[in-house]
Structures are given as structure tokens and as C-alpha cells.
């Protein structure tokens, strides 16, 4: 089905491995085509409840965008490939489910971007995160330049994008670009076990939690407003109705998704 990903569903939670080990798992054309019918996937599948993406091997989360393709591009088309590269990672953003980036290696140029537009990161103590475009007279453009001032702060953004320089996991948990750094064999069993508690909540409220948090950044919404529409609507779930007697009477919810 795939050309360049590995899938699997496991209670709940469908991974999505970037599998160009070769390449240090690049972006290139078919990755978008085939990361876009994995998110098709994600959107209509009742079945998956959260999202891992990370990439294959030990060395590289997404080393990159795959250079080779850039070089014969017309103005039009390169401003095309931006525009289709973010459409994609919008895609992911605004994901109904919740998808965490476990970043293993090198998450450089299109890679940090794509750990960037997932809900959180994790990263293993070998990880190494950068946005190099300015080495190649480019700059970011699959929304790299908007969400780093929106992690880690404009001064810091703006070093790292005007440097080309890059930082290790332990000053991206400093900064704010991940939220844990642990063993590289630890990696995928912290995102399952903190999915896997996200997993036991009200699926509604928990996609009303996306949409109200990306609603901050967002300069067509207004986050306050948004908050209020999305409480009324999970106010009329019978998920929230479960909650509360739940609550109420000291037991466990058992949340169906309505």
C-alpha cells in the first residue's frame, strides 16, 4: 500500500514509520503522497484513536527534504511544493487524534518542521533538531519559520534559522521543542504509555482540546470564542454525560466516542 511508510494499529494507537532508511528517511514526492493517505487513514478509521509518526532506523527522524528534487523547479512549481508540503503537515496539525512525533536522530529542515506540526514531541537522547535552509540560500517552507517562534520564542527562532545551526534533545527540552528526552530504545513505549492514558478520555472532548489549542495561533479564529463553542458542544455529548455520573458516583467512565 505504501512505497515509503511502515504502518501498524496496535490498541488504539497507528504508527507511522518514514522507512527511507537509505536516505536518512528524506521527504520526497512519495513520502507526501503516501504520508497524505495515511492521514486519510487517521481521519475515517474509527479504529485509530492516536498517532505515532517517527522515522526508521537509529540515525535519522526525517533528515530533510530530498534536495535532488529542487534543483529544476520553476518559481511557480517551488512555491507549489511549499504549499503542498504545509497543506500536508496542516493535515497533521489539525488532526481529530491526537499525534505525537517520536523523533529518533537527526530531525533536520523538513523533518523538524514535520516534528513540529504534530500535537507534541518526544525525543531520544541522540536527537538533533534544525532548520540548515539558509546554507542552500532557502529558507523553511513547509511552515518551519511560523512554528518554531511559536515553540520555542522569536529570539531563539530567529538564531536558529538565520544560523543554521543545530541543537541536541537535552536544549530542545530546554527550549520547549520537546516535551521528554529519553533512551533511544525507551522512545516508542514513552509515547504509547502517555498515548495510551489520552487513549482512555472522552474522544470528542480530547479533539475539541486540539482544535481549541491551535485556535491560539490561528489569525482567522478567535481562541476564546472557538473554547466557548467547542465547551457547548461537548457539553451535549453522551460522553459528558458519562463523565460526570461516572464522577459522581466514583466509578471509571466508559467513553464511546459520542
Not at 57 to 68: E, L, P
Not at 92 to 110: Q, R
Not at 218 to 241: I, L, P, Q, S, Y
Amino acid at each position: 500500500m505504501y512505497q515509503t511508510l511502515l504502518t501498524s494499529l496496535e490498541n488504539g494507537i497507528f504508527t507511522i514509520t518514514i522507512n527511507r532508511p537509505d536516505k536518512l528517511n528524506a521527504l520526497n514526492k512519495q513520502v507526501f503522497i503516501d504520508l497524505n493517505t495515511a492521514l486519510d487513514e487517521v481521519y475515517t478509521n474509527k479504529e485509530i484513536k492516536s498517532v505515532i509518526i517517527t522515522g526508521s532506523g537509529t540515525k535519522a527522524f526525517v533528515a530533510g527534504a530530498d534536495i535532488s528534487e529542487f534543483s529544476s523547479l520553476t518559481l511557480e512549481q517551488s512555491m507549489a511544493l511549499a504549499k503542498a508540503g504545509q497543506d500536508t503537515f496542516f493535515r497533521i496539525e489539525n488532526s481529530p487524534k491526537p499525534v505525537v512525533a517520536c523523533v529518533n536522530g537527526f530531525a533536520l529542515g523538513g523533518g523538524c518542521e514535520l516534528a513540529m506540526s504534530c500535537h507534541f514531541r518526544i525525543a531520544s537522547d541522540n536527537a538533533k533538531f534544525g532548520q540548515p535552509e539558509v546554507n542552500l540560500g532557502l529558507i523553511p517552507g513547509y511552515g518551519g519559520t511560523q512554528r518554531l517562534v511559536q515553540l520555542i520564542g522569536k529570539g531563539r527562532a530567529m538564531e536558529l534559522l538565520m544560523s543554521a545551526g543545530m541543537i541536541d534533545a537535552a536544549a530542545a527540552l530546554q527550549y520547549g521543542l520537546v516535551n521528554y528526552v529519553v533512551a533511544q530504545e525507551d522512545l516508542l513505549t514513552k509515547a504509547i504509555a502517555i498515548l495510551t492514558v489520552i487513549n482512555t478520555k472522552a474522544p470528542l472532548a480530547v479533539t475539541k482540546c486540539i482544535e481549541s489549542a491551535n485556535a491560539v495561533f490561528d489569525e482567522n479564529k478567535n481562541g476564546f470564542d472557538t473554547e466557548v463553542k467547542a465547551f457547548g458542544f461537548c457539553f451535549e455529548t453522551e460522553d459528558m454525560k458519562e463523565g460526570t455520573t461516572a464522577f459522581l458516583e466514583k466509578r471509571k467512565a466508559n467513553f464511546i466516542g459520542k
